[in-house]
């Protein structure tokens, strides 16, 4: 039996609000992002999850706790955190983000590349299908984790999954379905 996958973003940080690419940094969710948290709790109130997995990072663990209902349980997972950026962590995001496709192979100094990522994210999956036999799991994650989902699960290259990203097309939804098979 297939695992339905919905994958959610965390909710603002002032680093996103000052257009800052936290990577590794762990800034909490700003008031925003507590208000965007409670208004996805919302938007998301008749949908049902066995479990929902999240970064053990502040943003999006803050996340995971205010959106989901008393009861479901919340399991935080290093393997969902975004794409470490090394010395780069927390610098300007008109630094970071034009790099980001350029290291998909190679690494940020001192840091990961995307294939890093997907080599975690591949782990995490693995992990699901041995211990979900089926069943609705959410995610609340970063940009690389989603980015990856797009390349593992929907067959997407990585230049298809970079120019595609709702982040530049200014898309938000509330969750995107990926089906783990």
Not at 61 to 73: D, N, V, W
Not at 111 to 124: A, K, M, N, P, T
Not at 128 to 150: F, M, R, T, W, Y
Request: proline share 5%; charged share 30%; with cysteine.
């Amino acid at each position: 039996m297939p695992i339905v996958i919905t994958y959610f973003p965390h909710g603002a940080t002032a680093d996103n609000e000052n257009k800052i690419s936290s990577g590794w940094s762990d800034p909490p969710l700003s008031e925003k992002g507590k208000q965007q948290a409670l208004e996805l709790k919302a938007q998301i109130k008749n949908r049902q999850y066995d479990v929902v997995f999240c970064s053990d990072l502040k943003r999006a663990s803050e996340t995971a706790k205010l959106c989901f209902a008393e009861g479901t349980p919340i399991v935080e997972d290093s393997r969902l955190r975004e794409c470490n950026y090394g010395k780069l962590n927390g610098a300007p995001s008109a630094v970071v983000e034009p790099l980001q496709e350029q290291r998909i192979k190679e690494r940020f100094d001192g840091g990961e590349c995307y294939e890093d990522v997907r080599e975690r994210i591949f782990g995490f999956l693995e992990f699901l299908k041995q211990n979900n036999e089926n069943g609705s799991v959410a995610i609340v994650s970063h940009k690389a984790p989603q980015l990856i989902l797009d390349v593992l699960l929907k067959g997407k290259t990585w230049e298809q999954a970079f120019a595609e990203d709702w982040r530049k097309q200014g898309a938000w939804q509330p969750g995107w379905e990926y089906i783990l098979e």
